[in-house]
């Protein structure tokens, strides 16, 4: 279709996971807040805003419009008519996901 591909960012969330497999999680283009009843879960909250502020006038943009414009058969819509925010995920297939060998853990390919 002539089309680039278009990159999305999607992560699991902030905090550490048990996982060495980034494809075990459910990754997503949302992500859970802080807990910031807590005082780590405030001060890495404030953190964050402060920071990723430095960088974009839009920080909780997820930079998913380009591919709400997009058509599945490549024609692209109107900006008036792309509707986004919309959250999504993105799920291995089963045979990427779980505990991995410590030979493809530590395998330099």
């Known amino acids: 279709d002539d089309q680039e591909s278009y990159n999305l960012f999607a992560m699991e969330g902030f905090m550490p996971t048990e996982s ?3 494809l075990d999680a459910q990754l ?3 992500l859970k807040p802080f807990d910031t009843e807590t005082d780590a879960g405030y001060i890495m909250d404030q953190t964050f805003r402060k920071k990723i502020t430095e960088a974009s ?4 943009g997820v930079a998913i419009s380009h591919i709400g414009q997009m ?3 490549g ?3 109107d900006n008036a008519d792309v509707k986004v925010p ?3 995920y993105f799920r291995a297939p089963e045979e ?3 505990e991995l060998t410590d030979e ?3 395998d330099a390919d």
Do not use: A, H, I
């Not at 006038?57 to 909780?60: A, D, I, L, T, V």
């Open 75 to 77: 024609s692209t819509l």
């Open 28 to 30: 997503t283009n949302r």
């Open 96 to 98: 990427f996901r779980g």
């Open 20 to 22: 060495w497999n980034f």
């Open 86 to 88: 919309y959250q999504l």
């Open 104 to 106: 493809q853990k530590f």
């Open 71 to 73: 058509r599945n058969d």
């Open 57 to 60: 006038m839009r920080p909780f």
